[in-house]
């Protein structure tokens, strides 16, 4: 038996993340997941990969707090709450990782909470206007995704943290290091985290997977960047897991963990739901 043990939302990209115990499957990836950005005055996304204090901000949309009236609430340390509706204007380009869609700019006062919280004055919040089509040799007409840096939802495995820890330990070890605190499975930001009668990393192999009533395709591994090296909790940066995925998980030059997800169609998942692989 396989089921969901997690359910994880970002409301705003890089920003803390947000369990829930449920969550609307949309074409696009989770209702309120990604929705929102912090760009650079070049429109290209500003992520914690640049900005760790991203990782310090708690935001939240009707999908993560359903009492909210807002369309997003800011917090972060020192600063006042700030709560916004989905902008209206006119679009305009932006790029996460160079790829390229369309947002709207938040209000100029809310852009300016967030260059006060990341002390960069270049910085605006923005919303999605229109999704981003999927790479078409991995997707089909219509796919798409906000921003997320690939693909709109991604899954990881219990088994293949445990795995993951194990090895990690082991490096220390090896080196003469105090192992530190197990990874949190936070550090890889998935959507969906599902445990159970699991071989470690045998989801790299799975064509699809249904969670609840929805199925969704199996596009990739996720080939992981610096963020990955960041504690979540503390914003401290180490070596791990990059050091130790290098050693086990290498191939066309990325270390690789989790997999990317493409929904099939609409639906509610929830936690407990029960995950059926096509093994």
């Not at 920003?15 to 449920?22: D, I, Q």
């Not at 429109?43 to 640049?50: I, K, P, S």
């Not at 995925?245 to 509610?268: E, I, K, S, Y």
Request: with cysteine; aromatic share 6%; hydrophobic share 40%.
């Amino acid at each position: 038996m396989i089921g969901l043990s997690a359910v994880h939302v970002h409301p705003v990209k890089s920003t803390a993340v947000r369990p829930v115990t449920r969550a609307d499957v949309e074409p696009w990836g989770l209702r309120g997941d990604r929705r929102w950005m912090v760009v650079d005055a070049d429109g290209e996304c500003v992520t914690a990969r640049e900005e760790r204090a991203l990782l310090a901000i708690t935001a939240d949309t009707p999908a993560t707090d359903p009492a909210l009236s807002a369309a997003l609430r800011l917090r972060a340390r020192d600063h006042e709450t700030i709560e916004l509706d989905v902008p209206e204007g006119l679009p305009r380009p932006v790029t996460v990782h160079r790829r390229s869609l369309e947002a709207v700019d938040g209000p100029a006062w809310a852009s300016a909470w967030m260059q006060s919280v990341l002390r960069r004055p270049d910085l605006t919040l923005v919303h999605v206007h229109r999704p981003r089509a999927l790479n078409p040799a991995h997707s089909r007409p219509g796919d798409a995704t906000a921003f997320a840096d690939a693909y709109p939802v991604t899954l990881a495995s219990a088994a293949s943290l445990e795995r993951l820890r194990g090895w990690v330990t082991e490096t220390a070890l090896e080196r003469g290091e105090e192992p530190g605190l197990p990874l949190a499975v936070e550090r890889f930001r998935p959507n969906l985290v599902v445990e159970g009668d699991l071989e470690p990393f045998e989801e790299d192999r799975w064509t699809s997977v249904k969670v609840g009533p929805v199925t969704f395709r199996v596009v990739k591994p996720v080939d992981r960047c610096v963020l990955t090296t960041v504690d979540p909790a503390t914003l401290d940066r180490g070596p791990e897991p990059i050091r130790t995925l290098a050693r086990h998980r290498t191939w066309d030059g990325a270390t690789w963990f989790a997999v990317q997800l493409v929904p099939d169609a609409a639906g509610a998942i929830r936690l407990g739901d029960q995950v059926q692989p096509d093994r």
